[in-house]
């Protein structure tokens, strides 16, 4: 019998945890495992600086006074920020706090039903700009170096764009700045009809899109409740698996006008290749982007292809531009086994030396 085996483990362990799992996915969903209100994540000291409806901007407190150089993190819509702080020795925050850096998070939090009209410019040109003028200012300096993962790299990207001259370096993980034929979510909006006022006022629900994803690989969902199901005795797994499986399914509502705007912009019109786009009268101007950036892209992520690197490499053109390119997922970035690795490159770049590229992005 292979050791493996449900029928191999321990019966009082298996019904216990048969009865817990029906009780979680009763409470939250059958996509669920882990209970949201038991598990730990995000645990890394800070308090709050700046706030704005739901929107609150954190500070994370060098752990060593060795550099007045701060990071402000700009994250997505989607899922929340603490993929950036999941769990001691497995966070990128606390990792840059201990190498002598202040970190600051914006957390876009739960939109409020007036969120909904909220254009994208309202996020970039407002909110963002805001929380980057009140680092400046906490921090009695005139650049600082921006972070964005995701659909926060999207933002951090115009917003470099629409104020180049704050901008010291810039560093953006898997990020969306244009039309790229082969990632599944490129392919899906580009084929999208849907007019703007039917988003507009509205709030995406947040785990309909998550249930769309998984729709999209189910394979994805079989691999999670086989691993699971293999594991579920195994502390050390848990530990590792729990956190994650959180994040993953912990999914706030999206504010409808700016997702829109965003895919539009960027996916449907691939305007941010033009050079130059506007922002609620407000002129993004990527071509004045001229800092160090550093684009991240992970080689089996299937919602942003490793192809946006040389969409990157098109749009900021004027950049001192590098590209990388490692093993991994979407998430490997800041939680996966190359994660310590890019850590390491990071530093490299903050300090401005060279990085070469695990992978060649010729290659992919």
Wanted: hydrophobic content about 40%; glycine content about 8%.
């Amino acid at each position: 019998m292979n050791e493996n085996s449900l029928f191999s483990k321990s019966p009082k362990g298996l019904f216990d945890t048969l009865l817990e799992q029906a009780r979680i996915r009763l409470q939250y969903g059958p996509e669920f495992i882990g209970d949201l209100e038991k598990i730990e994540v995000g645990l890394t000291p800070r308090h709050c600086v700046y706030q704005e409806a739901s929107q609150s901007l954190y500070h994370y407190p060098a752990q060593q006074k060795t550099k007045n150089k701060p990071i402000l993190l700009v994250y997505s819509l989607i899922n929340r920020p603490y993929i950036f702080d999941l769990r001691p020795g497995r966070s990128l925050i606390e990792f840059l706090c201990q190498q002598g850096y202040d970190v600051y998070l914006l957390d876009w939090g739960d939109p409020t039903p007036e969120m909904g009209v909220a254009s994208l410019g309202d996020f970039v040109t407002g909110t963002l700009d805001r929380c980057v003028r009140k680092v400046l200012r906490l921090h009695q300096i005139k650049k600082l170096t921006l972070l964005g993962y995701c659909m926060g790299a999207s933002f951090a990207a115009l917003y470099a764009g629409y104020h180049p001259e704050r901008i010291e370096r810039m560093i953006l993980l898997a990020p969306i700045l244009g039309h790229d034929p082969s990632g599944q979510l490129q392919k899906i909006s580009a084929h999208q009809t849907l007019p703007a006022d039917a988003m507009t006022a509205q709030r995406v629900s947040g785990r309909q899109l998550k249930m769309f994803f998984n729709a999209i690989k189910p394979a994805g969902m079989i691999k999670k409740e086989r691993d699971f199901w293999k594991n579920y005795d195994q502390q050390q797994f848990l530990e590792h698996f729990l956190p994650v499986e959180k994040w993953s399914n912990d999914t706030p509502d999206i504010p409808g006008r700016a997702f829109h705007e965003l895919l539009e912009l960027l996916i449907k019109q691939d305007a941010l290749k033009q050079g130059r786009v506007t922002l609620d009268g407000k002129t993004i101007q990527m071509d004045a982007i001229t800092c160090p950036v550093m684009a991240v892209a992970a080689k089996h992520d299937w919602i942003i292809p490793a192809s946006t690197l040389e969409t990157c490499r098109e749009v900021l053109s004027a950049a001192d531009y590098t590209p990388y390119l490692l093993n991994g997922g979407h998430i490997g970035l800041v939680v996966g086994r190359s994660a310590a690795g890019l850590w390491q490159d990071l530093l490299r770049f903050l300090d401005g030396e060279a990085i070469v590229s695990p992978l060649e992005p010729e290659t992919v």
